[in-house]
């Protein structure tokens, strides 16, 4: 039998169409755009999309739309399947241009209200986009314009200082800006807290419960400071439903993924899964040279390209920790009324630069802050319990010991409870294995060798 050449691709690009006159511009925008057509096999679509997270978001979202528009249009049943394209390290600058060009599709108007709780710095305009942090940027973006419809919860999670709270404030300054009758709530959970325990001390939960079920914006940043406190997280729980149930649009940020938060409720845990999840992970060298370029405008001050390459060269997991090399360097041009040199910049930089000494990690502290982080003790780490609740924390830390540490597998192994280095080897293979699979593992381990590399510098 002769070889059939199945071909949809036609019957794809009408699907698209549709689509794109049924759903919003920045929700097109934002799960289409990167979505290619790569072949089609008999009954079969194959499209290739750039990383597993955007896969099993299309799918829960428009799979079930988009088979049943190809059955209309084919009269059959072609069903669609993914491959996910490895990101190429090399495109970094192609990525740079279609992140431009994106951003100059929909230019975000200036702030000009400013919201009496939000910081008018934390705009849309200034948060620079790289592949890092398109999918929060721009599902944010969308919130700002649509709140209350496409992504509702939304949750943005990332390690410290990669800009989540830049983020979640510039969706209430826009939206501020843009619906002037909507009333934006930003806190912080701690506030959140505090304020929940006075109100209870102060008889007045009468009040604190108006002020937060009747918005139209909540934005509650941080919210990985709730786990334990049991009331607190009751009355955001009963917030939480009162808004849903209004359509009212809820953003929260977190430092690391809702599934890791230990003493959180489950049914809490439940509703911050629910809508869309979005992490920030540590921009690119191209991304972190664009932010500090971005920064450098407003201060109207002159730095040489090779030193803003300086800087991105050896702060490489942090934008805080970008900007506050930048500020120590204008503040001492300033003050001793020099230009800024390679030479001057190297010196006033050297204590942000010199991460600590590798072989200073010891395992100790690796196993402290995994352990620590997985809510189970150093002592479980080391000792004969295989549950998976322990195994994994167990393979994770062995990993980090071997990322960042020199020690050898058998020395590694030695340490966590007198394993075998084979032990050790298949641990990190199988964390390899997995960061492929699972989206939110590898930005996980990223925070966690922040958190090792932090603690280690500040004691
Ligand atoms: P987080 O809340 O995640 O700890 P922040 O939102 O406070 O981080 O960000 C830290 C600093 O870095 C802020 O000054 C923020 O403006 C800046 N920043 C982070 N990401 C970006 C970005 N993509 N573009 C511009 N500035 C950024
Ligand atoms: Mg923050």
């Known amino acids: 039998m002769p070889n059939q050449k199945w071909d949809y691709e036609v019957f794809w690009k009408e699907v698209t169409n549709t689509i794109r006159h049924e759903i919003s511009e ?43 528009k190809l059955f209309e249009l084919s009269g059959q049943p072609v069903k669609i399947s993914f491959t996910v394209k490895a990101k190429s390290k090399t495109s970094s600058s192609e990525e740079k241009k279609t992140a431009a060009k994106e951003k100059e599709k929909k230019p975000a108007p200036k702030v000009i ?4 709780r939000l910081n008018s710095e934390y705009s849309f305009e200034k948060y620079v986009i790289g592949e890092n942090n398109s999918f929060a940027a721009n599902a944010a973006f969308a919130i700002s314009k649509n709140p209350g419809t496409a992504y509702n919860p939304c949750l943005i999670y990332g390690g410290v200082g990669l800009g989540k709270t830049h983020l979640i404030q510039a969706i209430g300054n826009q939206a501020y800006n843009e ?48 786990p334990g406190k049991v009331e607190t997280q009751e009355e955001l729980f009963h917030t939480f439903n009162a808004l849903y149930d209004a359509n009212k649009q809820m953003v929260f940020t977190c430092d690391r993924p809702v599934s890791e938060l230990k003493a959180l409720s489950d049914r809490l845990r439940n ?16 991304t972190r040279i664009a932010i500090l370029k971005q920064k450098i405008e407003n201060k109207n001050v002159d730095i040489p390209d090779e030193v803003i390459e300086l800087i991105c060269k050896n702060i490489t997991t942090n934008v805080r920790d970008l900007e506050k090399a930048l500020t120590k360097l204008v503040a001492y041009a300033d003050l001793v009324n020099k230009k800024i040199t390679l030479e001057i910049a190297q010196r006033q930089l050297q204590d942000f630069f010199t991460q600590p000494s590798q ?14 982080y997985f809510g189970v003790s150093s002592n479980d780490l080391k000792g ?23 020690y050898s597998t058998t020395e590694v192994g030695l340490d966590f409870g007198g394993r075998d280095h084979t032990t050790v080897m298949h641990a990190c293979q199988k964390i390899e294995n997995t960061q492929k699979t699972d989206p939110t593992l590898e930005p996980t381990i990223q925070h966690l060798i922040r958190m090792i590399r932090e603690y280690k510098i500040n004691n």
């Open 384 to 406: 004969k319990k295989r549950t998976k609740a322990i195994a994994f924390p167990r393979q994770v830390a062995m990993f980090i010991s071997r990322e960042i540490t020199e």
């Open 271 to 286: 509703r911050f899964e629910r809508g869309l999840n979005v992490d920030l992970q540590p921009p690119s060298f191209e």
């Open 359 to 372: 072989k200073n990690i010891s395992l100790d502290l690796i196993q402290k802050v995994v352990a620590d």
């Open 179 to 226: 619906f002037s009758t909507m009333k934006i709530v930003y806190v912080t959970a701690e506030e959140f807290t505090n304020e929940f325990i006075l109100s209870i001390k102060e008889k007045s939960s009468h009040k604190f419960k108006n002020k937060y079920r009747k918005v139209d914006i909540l934005l509650v940043d941080d919210i990985h400071f709730l």
């Open 26 to 68: 920045q929700e097109y925008v934002m799960w289409f755009n990167n979505m290619e057509y790569s072949s089609s096999a008999e009954e079969e679509i194959r499209l290739s999309v750039p990383s597993s997270f955007y896969k099993d978001q299309v799918s829960k979202r428009y799979l079930p739309f988009i088979e049943e």
């Open 113 to 116: 209200k400013t919201h009496p």
